[in-house]
Antibody
């Protein structure tokens, strides 16, 4: 079935790094734009980054630009988020999602992986 | 990136109808029909409920409907049910941000 599974979250000290992964299955991963969305405890959804199907077009939220890097490996059906110089305010559940593209919203979401930045 | 404005909370009794608003600008909600709505139950991932302002993905009950007027989009839940109690977020394409899409602030729906 169509599925996204995130991994790589955990506890990290301020200034540290983590790499999140999102494994896609059940659909042609290379056909879809992909997003990373995060949700801090008790807060709303925040778009973190967005990547085109080929990986040639990338967008970042101002809050993570210069610290986070999104990438994808279409041969491995995988999406990644390299997070450097982590701050306490990056503490959140991180979701990968399929899309959006044009009028179509994000129709497939992973279960989320928790990142905690604390000393 | 400025979020779209939603009411913090909306409530209704079972069977009633409620409407959640999502207010933006001509650079996002008002300028494009790229409005989506997501439902999120506690501890769960969001679920797409509406796309392209008023279209429902397969499997979404028809008591959920979407519309747009000017810079404000709306999600209406008719015949409110207990399982509709959740957080709801709108999203829109935007031409005025470093990211092409933006979320709303979120609305907590309570079934009384």
């Amino acid at each position: 079935q169509v599925q996204l599974v995130e991994s790589g979250g955990g506890l990290v000290k301020p200034g540290g790094s983590l790499r999140l992964s999102c494994a896609a299955s059940g659909f042609t991963f290379s056909d879809y734009y992909m997003s990373w969305i995060r949700q801090a405890p008790g807060k709303g959804l925040e778009w973190v980054s967005y990547i085109s199907s080929s990986g040639s077009t990338i967008y970042y939220a101002d809050s993570v630009k210069g610290r986070f890097t999104i990438s994808r490996d279409n041969a491995k059906n995988s999406l990644y988020l390299q997070m450097n110089s982590l701050r306490a305010e990056d503490t959140a559940v991180y979701y990968c999602a399929r899309g959006p593209y044009g009028v179509y919203g994000m129709d497939v979401w992973g279960q989320g992986t928790t990142v905690t930045v604390s000393s | 990136q400025s979020a779209l404005t939603q009411p913090a909370s909306v409530s209704g009794s079972p069977g009633q109808s409620i409407t959640i608003s999502c207010t933006g600008t001509s650079s996002d909600v008002g300028g494009y029909n790229y409005v989506s709505w997501y439902q999120q139950h506690p501890g769960k991932a969001p679920k797409l409920m509406i796309y392209e302002v008023s279209n429902r993905p397969s499997g979404v009950p028809d008591r959920f409907s979407g519309s747009k007027s000017g810079n404000t989009a709306s999600l209406t839940i008719s015949g409110l049910q207990a399982e509709d109690e959740a957080d709801y977020y709108c999203s829109s394409y935007t031409s005025s941000s470093t990211l092409p899409y933006v979320f709303g602030t979120g609305t907590k729906v309570t079934v009384l």
